[in-house]
């Protein structure tokens, strides 16, 4: 994720999306085993820099609170990858007026800074956890993708590739879950998900983003072999997919699925566009977006990116002119996945 | 302290400093009340980029594994300010030879980002806290330092003022630790603290640091408003005034001192100097070092620094320059305090 704060300002698509996990949180929440004497601790795996969380970490804390007065103590813990921007994220519970620290003083806020495809807290210490728009990110790219940067537009052996390492992941992330969560735990996961077909419900956005490199490209912007590295490096599971991982023998005797259900996620910049018909907001909003969660997988991290910035600067000045261009291709509607899964 | 890494470059007083504490640490972890139903919480306060802590929760965590074998967790947890670069700090623990995470797969690692004048922890929840050179970091300025940058050297009444906010600040920091420990827990404090004088050891530096500011004002590249306004917020507590802080009402019932000593770190940057007569290094070095604990005290933090940057960056130019002309005048032969507590 962009750094210095820059994604907390431009993932209004993963905020929105973050809210149709709600209802599922909050019953999840409503159903914990709970122990006074111990206190619980909610973990947020892939945290980013915590402005998306503090809405549905809201809900959890008021859920749990019903049943479990102050000053009983409610450790939260956001997770994410040791480059993540943790200032901002510990400066956003600090400062923002929705931050959940400003209600109840007895809830605790800590982060972990190591990939959720390791074991991230004692065995049988988190009582819920939440996942939202992260477990398409994989644990790293398994190929490259030669001619796209999307693994939904790959070629076939590519893409197969990608759902390999999908499902390890899945695998990986679950066996960790069921580790960490008490008995009767439970984890709420909104998924970045597909369709039957595999699709996202960004790939018009994504081609309009690879057609702008294969330009760079060819006018000599961007090297071809620099180009063909390119990758972000994510994956979107259907709904099968998603439901197989559970079966895993590792997983299943753990962990048992409670619902699963799907949903489209309506671009919210779209419908912003067609409320106000202003195509220039529109377009710097999305090719923003674009740039917040694919520029350091694709131009590499801020400390080692070197003259590529200059590159990354061009790539996304002009994605912002083919958006103007061709309004209707950006708009995304994503495809989500909502899971929640106890621990037996 | 300074971000992107440059702490953990420019620390090496600190981490000696951290020494003298080993072996108190390792007796104060020895005597731990251990429950291995419970694992153990340890937590190291005023963290900064991570680099100077991994002596010394290794030395934690070994002490407590003589007598609490894996796979019993172990929650290790970095606190600092919510800007601290905990970026810096967690791909420390992944990728630094020394990080205690490669010898103990049952150590977790985690970040609280608040201030240590709050209570971070839920309720008698921590085993063994830790806090090397950072207690003499105030909550805040008390006054400004018309005529100086630091404490030790400001009026007589700007310095009470300091002495009385360090006083409150001290009390607080034990209040809330008092709260945060198990029954029988241990707080080990390495205090950059003072001698009977209340002289911290460092003032011949922090003078030709004056100096140079004091000449940048007089050339006209500082404006003397800016300058009135320049302090570093530390306070170097006497034995005396860090053992009344344990007499306090509010305190000296629930924690009691186990033992307090004094010792004199004799500057590490001044005997690399001795050894290699190598001047210009020692200069870089004490400039670096000055640098990174006290540029964003003067200058502010860097995302609102401004055109301020261009005056910081002049300011160490030219105190490595006056390190150069005074090699002597900026030894710093550090005071230091160091005390175990116990939670009664």
Not at 102 to 130: I, T
Not at 261 to 274: G, I, R, T, V
Request: net charge negative; hydrophobic share 40%; with cysteine.
């Amino acid at each position: 994720m962009a750094g210095a704060g820059q994604y907390n300002l431009h993932s209004a698509p993963q905020h929105v999306a973050s809210r149709f996990g709600l209802d599922l949180l909050e019953r999840a929440a409503s159903k914990l085993p709970l122990e006074p004497a111990r206190g619980v601790v909610i973990a947020d795996y892939g945290a980013s820099q915590g402005r998306n969380s503090l809405l549905p970490m809201s809900v959890a804390i008021a859920t749990v609170r019903e049943r479990l007065a102050p000053p009983t103590p409610i450790s939260m813990v956001h997770t994410d990858l040791p480059e993540n921007d943790f200032a901002a994220l510990f400066t956003t519970l600090r400062d923002d007026p929705d931050s959940y620290l400003r209600a109840d003083p007895a809830v605790f806020s800590f982060a972990s800074g190591r990939s959720f495809y390791e074991q991230l807290f004692p065995a049988g210490s988190v009582s819920l956890g939440w996942s939202s728009i992260t477990v398409h990110w994989l644990s790293a790219p398994p190929t490259a993708i030669r001619r796209h940067i999307f693994s939904p537009l790959a070629s076939t052996n590519e893409r197969a590739a990608y759902a390999a390492r999908a499902a390890e992941d899945w695998t990986q992330f679950l066996v960790h879950r069921r580790a960490e969560l008490v008995p009767g735990g439970r984890l709420v996961i909104v998924g970045s998900g597909a369709d039957a077909g595999g699709r996202s419900g960004a790939e018009g956005l994504l081609d309009l983003a690879n057609d702008v490199l294969a330009e760079m490209v060819s006018d000599g912007a961007l090297a071809p072999g620099v180009y063909e590295r390119m990758v972000i490096p994510t994956y979107y599971r259907t709904r099968e997919e998603f439901i197989a991982g559970l079966g895993a023998a590792s997983v299943a005797e753990g962990l048992e699925l409670e619902s699963c259900s799907e949903d489209a996620l309506s671009d919210p910049l779209w419908s912003e566009f067609q409320r106000t018909g202003d195509l220039d907001t529109y377009a710097r909003a999305m090719s923003d977006f674009t740039r917040a969660f694919s520029e350091p997988s694709l131009f590499g991290p801020v400390a080692v990116r070197g003259p590529l910035q200059a590159t990354a600067d061009e790539f996304y000045a002009r994605l912002t002119q083919a958006i103007k261009g061709r309004p209707e291709r950006a708009a995304s509607n994503w495809h989500l996945v909502l899971l929640s899964i106890r621990k037996r």
